[in-house]
Nanobody
Framework: VQLQASGGGWVQAGGSLRLSCAAS????????IGWFRQAPGKEREGIAY????????YYADSVKGRFTISRDIAKKTVYLQMNLLEPGDTAVYYC??????????????????WGQGTLVTVSS
């Protein structure tokens, strides 16, 4: 099982980026995909999750209304569209595959496989 995160970069506050998480080695219906981020000196934070079976979506309050998670099952790719970016969104972003309970979707220990991370830098 491999996850490849990409799409990070530098953007000014108020701008947008779209991250991609390409999965290989497993059927897309086997695992849900979560997006996490970790800023320097801070704990890893779960920000969005899409459930494998229903496609249900969940968001952290910190990104709700600004970020959108989606997937292309045929391409085995999950996306994170990030709009209205703020300097506080600066972090390394990771995608991960797992089968967390709904109440635990943002808990990193509930995930089995992780991508390598992609850096997002938002300047003011």
């Amino acid at each position: 099982v491999q996850l490849q995160a990409s799409g990070g970069g530098w953007v000014q506050a108020g701008g947008s980026l779209r991250l991609s998480c390409a999965a290989s080695g497993f059927f897309s219906g086997d695992y849900g995909i979560g997006w996490f981020r970790q800023a320097p000196g801070k704990e890893r934070e779960g920000i969005a999750y899409i459930r494998s079976s229903s496609g249900g979506k969940y968001y952290a309050d910190s990104v709700k209304g600004r970020f959108t998670i989606s997937r292309d099952i045929a391409k085995k790719t999950v996306y994170l569209q990030m709009n209205l970016l703020e300097p506080g969104d600066t972090a390394v972003y990771y995608c991960a595959a797992g089968r967390p309970e709904t109440s635990a979707w943002s808990t990193s220990s509930m995930y089995y496989y992780w991508g390598q991370g992609t850096l997002v830098t938002v300047s003011s």
